[in-house]
């Protein structure tokens, strides 16, 4: 079965510190993977998304990820985070079989201090 | 706002209660998901609308529960004789044909069950 691993759970920097979220999913096959972002008190938001194409994929918000199929990893970066980035971040993956269903990562946690 | 809405944010109900949700997708998104968050853990799948029709349901879904999308528009999740166990964030989440592959979710409906 298809599944998302994050390998931190919980993440804390300083500002303007850079930030790197690991993420590795198990599937051989083709995939589409997402990161998505939760601020304090919203909604879940996609941040970015990978479809095909160049492995290194921009979003919204200065982050950007990269996708390396030999490692099974879509890895998260933002050069400089800012206090506004503190929020939950789920990696996720397109499960096969069709419906577009996403399947999560546990999340990490970012805690940005001033 | 013209985002995916739920109602209630909110429950609280005792064991053994039926307790029911609803989701209002985006307008004229024909594709509505239900996934299920509990603490520490990413949201997971619950069941998938395409216009009126179940299309997907996830061995999550016991028998106790039961979704619903009539006339293709709002969804309803029922859940029947609840159990402590089923404490977590209820999500809703929908897509348009053409953009299939974003999910835009809504704020989601946090039960609690003592």
């Known amino acids: 079965a298809q599944s998302v691993s994050q390998h931190n759970h919980h993440v804390i920097l300083s500002e303007a510190a850079s930030l790197e979220l690991g993420c590795n999913y198990s599937?051989?096959?083709?995939?589409?993977l997402f990161w998505y972002v939760q601020y304090p008190g919203q909604h879940l938001q996609l941040l970015l998304k990978?479809?095909?194409?160049?492995?290194l994929v921009k979003g919204i918000k200065g982050f950007e990820a990269e996708f390396i199929k030999s490692k099974f990893s879509f890895n998260l970066r933002k050069p400089s985070v800012q206090w506004s980035d503190t929020a939950e971040y789920f990696c996720?993956?397109?499960?096969?079989?069709?419906?577009?269903?996403?399947?999560f990562g546990a999340g990490t946690r970012l805690a940005v201090h001033p | 706002d013209t985002g995916v809405s739920q109602d209630p944010r909110h429950k609280i109900t005792k064991r053994g209660q039926n307790v029911t949700f609803r989701c209002d997708p985006i307008?004229?998104?024909?594709?509505l998901y239900w996934y299920r968050q509990t603490l520490g853990q990413g949201p997971e799948f619950l069941t998938y609308?395409?216009?009126?029709?179940?299309?997907?349901k996830s061995r999550l879904l016991s028998d106790r529960f039961s979704a619903e999308r009539p006339k293709g528009s709002f969804s309803t999740l029922e859940i029947q004789r609840t159990e402590q166990g089923d404490s977590a964030m209820y999500l809703c989440?929908?897509?348009?044909?053409?953009?299939?592959?974003?999910?835009?979710f809504g704020p989601g409906t946090r039960l609690t069950v003592t």
């Open positions: 989440a929908s897509s348009s044909r053409e953009g299939a592959y974003e999910q835009y």
């Open positions: 599937y051989g096959g083709t995939v589409n």
């Open positions: 990978y479809f095909s194409g160049d492995p």
């Open positions: 996720a993956v397109f499960a096969s079989g069709g419906y577009n269903k996403l399947i």
């Open positions: 307008s004229e998104h024909n594709r």
């Open positions: 609308f395409q216009n009126e029709a179940q299309l997907e």
